[in-house]
Structures are given as C-alpha cells and as structure tokens.
C-alpha cells in the first residue's frame, strides 16, 4: 500500500477509533485522548493515510519544555503492521519536534514488550532509565503508624526537598526525570513549587511526596524523596493519606531500583517494568 504521513484532523477520529479501542486487555486510551492532542497547544498528532486519505496509524508527539519533545500513542492498523508506517510516523514525529526547538525526544514502553522494545531501538533510540509502575487497592484500614502520618509541606520545605532528591539514588537512577502522567521530562525546582501551591507536596518523618488526585478516589505518586530505610514508611504514610481521604486506589512509578520494587511489593503492589528511551534530535 502507498502511504503518506500528514497531521491528524478531527474528522479522522470516526476512523480511527474501531481499531485503538481493544489494543491491550484493558483497552486503549487513544480514542479518548485524541480531541485534547488535537487541541493542545505545542502538540501534533500525526497519522499516515492510504491514497484514499484514510488514516491505518496515528501517532502522537509533544513539547514537554522548550527542548524536550515526547511520543506517545503509537498505533498501526493491524492489516497494516510490519508495512513500514509506525517507522514512518516516527521519523515525521522526530521533524516535527526538531522544527520546534527539540533537542531530544522521548518515549515509553513496557520492558516486557518485545516488539515494542526491539522497534524502538531499531529507531535509534537509547534506554536511558528504568522505571517500575505499580497499582494498590486502597482500604480505610490502611492506617499508618502516627511518625508516617502525611501532611502538606510549607513552600520553604520545597528546597530542602529539591536538594535532597536531586543528590539521591532516586534522582541518579531516574536520570533527574519526572512523570508527569505518562510522560516523562527533566525535572525542574519549579515542579515542587507548584505542588506545593496545589496542595500535593507532603511530607512525613520519611520523606516527601508529590500525591496528585487526577479523578475521584484515584491517586498517583510519581515523585517521592526518601532513602532506602524510610521508602516503606513513605509508602504507608501514602496509603494511609489516599483511605483518609476516601480513595481506593494509589498508582506509584518510581525509578527501578531493586529497594523501590521491594517496597512496592511488600506494600501489595505488583511493580512492571517501564523502559523510558530518548534519541537525540
């Protein structure tokens, strides 16, 4: 089949979500993503078409900073995989994004995923840091000991947070990335200021911890500052937080290191491998 590589319009949505609803067993979070790629500023959402202008796989890719571009929702038509097109979305994504000032862009993928894996890395593409997500029921019997308890840290704890972090295993293995949902860019002070002011820096006898609330009873730490001692403290000080505050679920990433995946364990979570890849651009 001839293709092209063009920039996705609303109107290539109908088509395109029959086959990114059931990509993995918990479905696919494209269909419901795309009308706020396609109306997010600094973003593009690229998709290749037929000679018919039918769009067989779309792909996304955004400025996370004035350097720093990432890709994500890569998705092939499955009448359409191994034709050359997701190499093809990604060179394009990768022009796109120097056009705009990038100097490298990154991407994620599950470490268990191959396919994925081996593709990537056909591109160019270098592992650069490894990360474990995991999630855990939350019930209102998680209550911490009191020396856990969290609470909201004042603006001026921010530095010492900062400092702490940036000179830890934490900041050295994640290569100074942080997750912002899905996606991941250097991390910046600024980004510990902000959660002060919204609410989401706490701290505990353990340590500190970014604790966003994207719906309700669903949170998600992917921040934290703590040693290899205090990360299970941490971690039920969280639970403890997230059953007082009526949630029922905490989803962690955290860099892989073998006292992160050990504590995410203990604390009932399962860890998954996330290889974050970056190419220069």
Request: overall charge negative.
């Amino acid at each position: 089949m001839e293709f092209r590589v063009r920039p996705a319009r609303a109107d290539d949505i109908g088509s395109i979500v029959p086959w990114t609803t059931d990509t993995f067993e918990w479905g696919d979070y494209v269909p419901e993503r795309m009308p706020q790629w396609l109306a997010a500023e600094g973003s593009e959402v690229l998709v290749c078409v037929d000679d018919q202008d039918l769009p067989w796989a779309v792909c996304h890719v955004a400025m996370l900073s004035a350097t720093e571009a990432w890709l994500e929702g890569a998705r092939v038509h499955p009448d359409q995989r191994r034709s050359g097109m997701g190499s093809a979305m990604n060179r394009a994504g990768v022009d796109w994004a120097r056009e705009q000032g990038a100097r490298v862009i990154r991407l994620a993928t599950e470490t268990d995923n191959e396919a994925a894996v081996s593709q990537v890395e056909g591109l160019g593409y270098r592992l650069v840091s490894r990360w474990v997500h995991a999630e855990i029921n939350v019930t209102a019997s998680d209550r911490s000991d009191e020396r856990f308890r969290m609470r909201p840290a004042p603006r001026s704890d921010a530095d010492a947070a900062w400092l702490f972090w940036a000179a830890s295993d934490l900041a050295l293995h994640g290569r100074e990335l942080f997750a912002t949902g899905w996606q991941w860019r250097r991390a910046r002070a600024e980004d510990l200021y902000a959660a002060v002011d919204g609410g989401q820096l706490l701290q505990s006898s353990a340590g500190w911890a970014i604790l966003d609330r994207p719906a309700e009873g669903w949170f998600v730490t992917n921040w934290v500052a703590t040693t290899p001692e205090d990360l299970l403290g941490l971690l039920d000080g969280l639970l403890d937080h997230v059953a007082g505050e009526g949630g029922n679920e905490l989803d962690f990433k955290l860099p892989d290191l073998p006292w992160t995946v050990e504590a995410i364990s203990r604390t009932g979570g399962e860890p998954k491998g996330i290889g974050i890849y970056a190419l220069a651009v």
